[in-house]
């Protein structure tokens, strides 16, 4: 096959970001005219197996192995790298999730191939395939290709296609096997474990005022707390208000936090970095007070106010009170 | 224990990044450098292991042309041991690979136990360097540690994993780790440390210039098909009209 899509189990299911990528996969073969495989690997992957043949992968490859049975780096990594020799596909697909992040630069550098990461879309251009990705933290979009024969590495961000729009079909599912090691795996891993959440579930918020780095300092942060509690919505933050110690990390939105929907997004002083976009754009509406009439929160807002938030925030407060 | 951190300048968060006219690249004339924000967190892991244990040596490790020197001298004032940079033109150079190969080169005759990297570069956000690095090295991998214990041979992380779920995982030494941002609380430099990072050394090594394996054609300003509706006036004006919206557009008040 042309094009591998490396698939990954999220609690017994193909993991939402592998199906988006399924989608990016079809419409690089459709303009390119290659042919498709999907990877499924685990213990036991008859479930995401079959769950992979419904969909219009060409076909499925089965990797079954006992010490795939826990998510470790080395071990995915080897397993992915020799899949990847025996099939000799030009693509190698996955969806940008923290496991791909965590193992995928491990095959890249076995195979001294490149990975190319993140990108928000793929055009064709002469036969070959242009990837576009978010640089400098959102601000400049970049046109990479790849240099030298494949296979190439590729990963999609989150959202970068819709996972509904997957074309159904019914391929067969082969069965392929690697050679493992138990001296290969030179990690131990525990249960995962989630933190205490603290009580906020902000998806199911219609309102949500969330702080940027633009707020200043951890006293101004009551501003926006009463300004949320004046709309009766719920207070948020991008990572670096968390990292800084300003809110509890249950308060984070974004890629390592909690994606949200709501009516009203009021982003103050929130520069709109890639990871904070990713858990909020799809907002019904987004609202943007930002001093830097740069930053790239802009791009997606529906309505922008480039000024102080310092100034705006308390006498909004009073008005709406 | 002999801990490596790779520190990187990128522009600031309020740099401007004026696009060269050939749209290769941006002009790195017109920007304000910073050093990377999760790597101030890998130094500062770093230098509180060293403490901790009492022993060993923090050697901070940039790539990149002349300017880069001031992130060696910065990791230095906050008590790195000494520095090293490995001096390129790395303008329009996005290729991870290449990159972990400079610094894989350089490191052979060091054998360090330990490579803290940031997350990842506010620039370019590849996210590889530190494993692929690893990988080259022999060494065990891991990204994105919330927190991290070293002791019998071993470094334990608390990786990140999505939506709020974490995991140890134990690996053994040498390793390669990334660190994500928010573990610790970065120092700043002491006027003693700035005063003393002048006497340390910086080791400057000057690769050849290798062949990248994945290259930028074109960069250039996102166009939204969005359209957003700016809202302007005074503070006074600006409150009113949000106000409007938020009660006649959105229908939240």
Known sequence: ?321 | MKIAVLVKQVPGTESPLPIQSNQNWVDEGAVAYVMNESDNYALEEALQIREANDEGEVVAVSLGPDRSQKVIREALAKGADRGIHIQLDTAGMIDPLVTASYFADTFKDENFDLIFTGLQSDDLGMGQTGIILGELLGMSTASMAMATEVGGGKIKVKRELEAGWFQWVSLSLPASVSIQSGLNVPRYPSLKGIMGAKKKEIKVVTPSVANQSQSVEKVYVPQSDKQTVMIEGSVEQIVGKLVETFRNEIKVL
């Not at chain 1, 959202?159 to 138990?182: H, I, W």
């Not at chain 1, 754009?281 to 000024?307: L, M, Q």
């Open chain 1, 1 to 321: 096959m042309d094009i591998l899509i490396v698939l990954e189990d999220s609690n017994g299911k193909i993991h939402r970001m592998g199906l988006e990528s399924i989608v990016g996969a079809q419409k690089m073969a459709g303009e390119l005219g290659l042919s498709i495989g999907a990877l499924v690997m685990g213990a036991n992957v008859d479930l995401l197996a079959e769950e992979a043949s419904g969909l219009n992968v060409g076909e499925v490859l089965k990797v079954e192995n006992e010490l795939l049975s826990t998510y470790s780096a080395d071990g995915y990594a080897e397993a992915v790298k020799q899949v990847i020799e025996q099939e000799n596909p030009t693509y190698v697909i996955f969806g940008h999730t923290y496991q791909v992040r965590d193992y995928a630069p491990k095959v890249s550098a076995k195979l001294m191939k490149p990975f190319i990461v993140d990108n928000v879309s793929v055009t064709t251009n002469g036969g070959n395939s242009v990837f576009t990705k978010l640089m400098f933290n959102g601000k400049l979009f970049s046109d990479v290709t790849p240099t030298g024969d494949g296979p190439y590495l590729i990963s999609f961000q989150s959202a970068a296609f819709s996972s509904e729009k997957a074309d159904v079909g019914s391929a067969p599912v082969r069965d392929c096997t690697v050679n493992l090691d138990v001296s290969m795996i030179r990690t131990e891993s525990e249960e995962p474990f989630q933190e205490e959440a603290g009580g906020i579930d902000l998806t199911s918020a219609d309102i949500i005022v969330s702080v940027g780095r633009g707020i200043g300092k951890e006293g101004n942060i009551p501003l926006a707390k009463e300004l949320a509690q004046a709309l009766g919505g719920e207070l948020a933050s991008s990572r670096p208000v968390v990292d800084a110690g300003w809110l509890p990390a249950a308060h984070q939105i974004g890629s390592s936090g909690q994606s949200v929907s709501p009516k009203m997004y009021l982003a103050l002083g929130i520069s709109g970095a890639i990871q904070h976009v990713v858990g909020m754009k799809g907002s019904k509406n987004i609202v943007a007070i930002n001093k830097d009439p740069e930053a790239p929160i802009f791009e997606i807002a529906d309505y922008g106010v480039v000024g102080d938030v310092l100034e705006i925030i308390p006498k909004l407060t009073e008005a709406i009170q």
